[in-house]
Nanobody, 124 residues
């Protein structure tokens, strides 16, 4: 059974850091690209980051570039999203999803098997 489970969410203060994990099961992680997306209340789902399966290329949305880092540990079947210098604008539910290949890494189309999401509220 294919499953993606996000963890590590929780309240964080502005300027703080948080690391989200996306634990994969039921498939071979290194065969897939993994994307992180987020959705804030009343807003559309936004592409945050992606790490490819072929050469480990990484992609970031403009709003998180330089602050967030995506990485993968295929041995642990886990992808991480390190979030630094967070702001209230980062408040959202964060989702991970897999794709066999990605032509548009930061768009949700093409991704399959989404996780249920991890809430990240950022406020003092």
């Amino acid at each position: 059974q294919v499953q993606l489970v996000e963890s590590g969410g929780g309240l964080v203060q502005p300027g703080g850091s948080l690391r989200l994990s996306c634990a994969a099961s039921g498939f071979i992680l290194d065969y897939y690209a993994i994307g992180w997306f987020r959705q804030a209340p009343g807003k559309e789902r936004e592409g945050v980051s992606c790490i490819s399966n072929h050469d480990g290329s990484t992609y970031y949305g403009d709003s998180v570039k330089g602050r967030f880092t995506i990485s993968r540990d295929n041995a642990k079947n886990t992808v991480y999203l390190q979030m630094n210098s967070v702001t209230p604008e980062d408040t959202a539910v964060y989702y991970c999803a897999k794709a066999p290949w990605v032509l548009t890494p930061l768009l949700p189309n093409g991704y399959e098997d989404w996780g249920q999401g991890a809430q990240v509220p950022v406020y003092s």
